[in-house]
């Protein structure tokens, strides 16, 4: 059984571009939480998704972030206008059942905004 | 916004040695996590405490959860090289009476020195 994937593993782009984030939760999962991190620190939850519901986003930044999490392929989460301060990794993770249980987490994808 | 405090945020050690870390909040948590986190990976759930008071073992580690449920201890006896990683406590916090999202500490880097 595949963990969760995440792809990719590093983006680097410049000022103004776009990032697009890729994660493909576990089997079976149907819950998918995005957070980020900068190095050193904890992890911010940004979001959480089920298949075509956004039920919590109240750690996602008002401008240029969105997050979708379709009823077929994987979640998205989508940077726009990059700036040098979104540089950090961004982690995904699947549940099976809303809160209480564990959490899945991917490898991660480290962005770096030049 | 509920937060997590862990102490201390930076901990160098020598092998052998023992080491506690908390963390800390004045919110109540239905449950608490704890996970390590390794470079460049995602973290790995450790345990689940739930009721106020509990303490659970795993090899040399011990987590323990407060009686009020608003604090948590992980004590690590004759600690290995092998140790070192992030320490990340997490708990879950209601959202729309229902959802519930993991909202996580600043974590502790341990570092465990040969």
């Known amino acids: 059984n595949a963990g969760v994937m995440q792809n990719p593993r590093h983006l680097v782009r410049r000022r103004g571009q776009e990032a697009r984030l890729r994660c493909s939760p576990m089997?079976?999962?149907?819950?998918v939480y995005w957070y980020r991190q900068l190095p050193e620190e904890g992890l911010k939850f940004m979001v959480y998704?089920?298949?075509?519901?956004?039920?919590?986003e109240s750690g996602m930044p008002k401008e240029r972030f969105s997050a979708e999490f379709p009823k077929e392929g994987p979640s998205i989460l989508r940077i726009q206008q990059v700036v040098r301060g979104d540089s950090a990794a961004y982690f995904c993770?699947?549940?099976?059942?809303?809160?209480?249980?564990?959490?899945?987490f991917g490898e991660g994808s480290r962005l770096t905004v030049l | 916004t509920q937060l997590l405090e862990q102490s201390p945020q930076f901990l160098s050690i020598q092998e052998g040695e023992n080491l506690t870390v908390y963390c800390n909040s004045s919110s109540v948590f239905s449950s608490l996590q704890w996970y390590r986190q390794e470079p460049g990976e995602g973290p790995v759930l450790l345990v689940t405490v739930v009721t106020g008071g509990e303490v659970k073992k795993l090899k040399r580690l011990t987590f323990q959860f407060g009686d009020a449920r608003k604090d948590s201890s992980l004590h690590i006896t004759a600690a290995q090289p092998g140790d070192t990683g992030l320490y990340l406590c997490?708990?879950?916090?209601?959202?729309?009476?229902?959802?519930?999202?993991?909202?996580f500490g600043s974590g502790t880097q341990l570092t465990v020195l040969p």
């Open positions: 993770a699947s549940s099976p059942t809303t809160g209480a249980g564990e959490l899945f």
């Open positions: 089997k079976g999962h149907s819950h």
């Open positions: 998704l089920q298949k075509e519901n956004i039920i919590d």
């Open positions: 997490a708990g879950y916090t209601f959202f729309s009476g229902s959802a519930r999202q993991l909202t």
